[in-house]
């Protein structure tokens, strides 16, 4: 367990497109592990592999309802449209208010590489898609309709 460096807008790594995780090897899951500890010590809500250096397809999140752990997650439906504030621990000090979808479904592969989908409305799906934007070297201050600094 640790806790990594964030990268912060303009480091190339965030513009970067990320490749699929082939096997879950240790490595992995101590990946997965150190990103939970480095998200909660931010106080984020969800973290992308990216955001600490490694482009790779993994994500957590943590909307306060537990951990996700997310490998290689892709969208099988979005519906919907919302408008809400967000932030990023790459972008500090910075909020945007950007239009999501409302309700998503990702699947994905856990840290014991089995399938599973997940269903996201209001803030889960906010996330969801925030964090897979990230995987796509997309940063939310690019989509946002308005940015104030604080
Ligand atoms: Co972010």
Not at 22 to 51: C, F, N, S, W
Not at 74 to 86: C, H, M, N, S
């Amino acid at each position: 367990m640790a806790i990594l460096d964030i990268k912060k807008a303009g480091a190339k790594v965030l513009k970067d497109k990320t490749q699929p995780v082939e096997k879950i090897d240790r490595k992995i899951k101590k990946l997965l592990d150190d990103m939970a500890d480095t998200m909660y010590h931010a106080d984020g809500v969800g973290l992308a592999a990216p955001q600490v250096g490694i482009s790779l397809k993994v994500v957590v999140i943590d909307v306060g309802e537990g951990i996700i752990e997310l490998i290689n997650p892709q969208f099988v439906d979005k519906q919907g449209t919302e408008v809400a504030t967000e932030g990023c621990l790459s972008v500090p000090n910075v909020f945007g208010e950007v239009e999501r979808a409302s309700h998503v479904i990702v699947e994905a592969l856990n840290r014991n590489g089995k399938t599973f989908k997940i269903e996201g409305k209001g803030m889960l799906a906010r996330a969801l898609q925030h964090e897979i934007d990230h995987l796509d070297g997309i940063l939310f201050i690019e989509k946002a309709i308005t940015i104030s600094k604080g």
